[in-house]
């Protein structure tokens, strides 16, 4: 019997709360990046695993650095002076009996294809621009047996606890929406100057909204500071259009690259960069400090500061954290629910299938019928994990 606990959820629902914070980072943010390529190298080597052994070994690769470069962007383009430095490090099985397994080369390989997708670069401008650092070492003796004494469910390699959230509040809606409009490649293609690495905050005061968005601006594509500026404001009025049309907050102010100099005479007063990323020569950015599961930063919610990017599928602190999140949005479903938040706690050495603890919390219309639905549904993906556990090893759910 699994330890699940069911509580009505107290005090105001996030919606009539009167102040709420909501954050995005976007696919080019050194922190996203960082979770990214992590996340790359965790899917590539469970692949890896198996495909050759039928079974995924033991490894973390959830450390992960971006130390940013040097550069020196001009207008109508500059040029990148040193280039960005990537480390990815953990542990990882890299032999079995006396076969030894190249682990630092599937994860090298891994993260430059992964690189060259996000940021769409060819194989000359990867190897110009970044310079890219794998360091493991095996996993303790007593981690690595862990995998091998999960049968038919797996044991939990750490003591640690997921946390999950849903539906998400307009605000947050918002925030996601805007983040991934001006990442997506439609709207790179209608305006090819916006580079990837974005940032979205969003305050919610009451139903009023103040909106602050960045963008490096790439310099091939700008020859002047008038230009700089008149594409500024275009951009500025296409998410302004697109938050009236799809939202109705009550006001909506909106504030884009704020720490330019309205009086700019050069390229050093403006956001201008070489490649579209703040981590050519701003900005270093690490595994862990970016978006949670849920693809956001709540802090007027209940989260965790887990990092579940490049973490095997057994350690909680990736699995409870996805899964936190996944059974939050299906029982957010059930008619009647306005909000609901879930909280999973492992304990090292036990199966996965049994938490330490998951408790649920509830606002809905018909609170005793409703947990009853939620238990249910938290029994049933429990009673499946395996093939959860598979899937988010192949990639098919977001994790940051």
Sequence with gaps: MRNIFV????????????????????????????????????????????????????????????????????????????????????????????????????????????????????????????????????????????????????????TSFGVGHAPLSKTEKLTLNVANLINSQKFIEKFPFVGRDIKVMVLREKKNISVIFTIPYIDRYIKSVKEYFERKEKIKKEIEKYIKKNFDFKSVRINHNTLDNPQAKSENEIYLTCTGLSAEQGDDGQVGRGNRVCGLITPCREMSLEAAAGKNINHPGKLYQALSFLIAQKIGKIKGVQECYLKLLSEIGKPLDQPQMALIKLRAENFEKTKEKAIFLTQKIFDNLKPFQISIAKGKYQLF
């Excluded at 979770?35 to 695993?49: G, I, M, P, R, V």
């Excluded at 039928?54 to 470069?69: E, M, P, Q, R, S």
Aim: with cysteine; aromatic share 6%; net charge positive.
């Design 7 to 158: 509580e009505r959820l107290e005090g105001l629902p996030i919606e009539e709360q009167p102040i709420e914070i909501v954050e995005r980072k976007g696919i080019g943010h050194p922190d996203y990046i960082c979770d990214l390529l992590a996340e790359a190298a965790s899917q590539t080597l469970s692949k890896y695993y198996l495909k050759k052994f039928g079974t995924i070994l033991h490894y973390n690769l959830d450390k992960g650095l971006l130390v940013a470069g040097r550069s020196q962007p001009k207008f109508g383009g500059g040029k990148i002076l040193e280039p960005i430095k990537i480390i990815i490090a953990g542990r990882a099985t890299d032999r079995i009996n006396t076969t030894s397994l190249p682990i630092a080369e599937i994860v090298k390989r891994a993260v430059k294809k992964e690189l060259a997708r996000i940021l769409n670069l060819t194989k000359k401008e990867l190897e110009k621009n970044f310079q890219i650092l794998v360091d493991y070492k095996p996993g303790a003796a007593n981690l690595q047996e862990v995998f091998k004494r999960g049968n038919k469910v797996a044991i939990s390699n750490d």
